[in-house]
């Protein structure tokens, strides 16, 4: 079951630091950004996970990647609080 709690809480986390690594010149800390949301997703509401990443095995796991999984991640996130 996915709550609004867990949909508010995901949104808040991967907005502030998305805010913070799309900005950083600072490689070091995108790094340290990666792998906090690597945490974080681990431990979010599997139900919540499976509907942001869709078919996506490794969405928001992958360097390649992340900018753009964060993007998407609050983009959806952003339209399930309406």
Do not use: W
């Amino acid at each position: 079951m996915i709550t609004k709690g867990s949909i508010e809480a995901a949104y808040c986390f991967l907005h502030q630091k998305y805010q913070v690594y799309a900005f950083s010149n600072i490689e070091r800390q995108k790094d340290d950004i990666e792998y906090a949301i690597s945490s974080y997703v681990e431990g979010m509401n599997p139900e919540l996970y499976k509907l942001l990443a869709g078919r996506r095995e490794e969405f928001l796991l992958t360097h390649k990647r992340f900018a753009e999984d964060m993007q998407d991640a609050i983009k959806k996130l952003s339209g399930l609080m309406l």
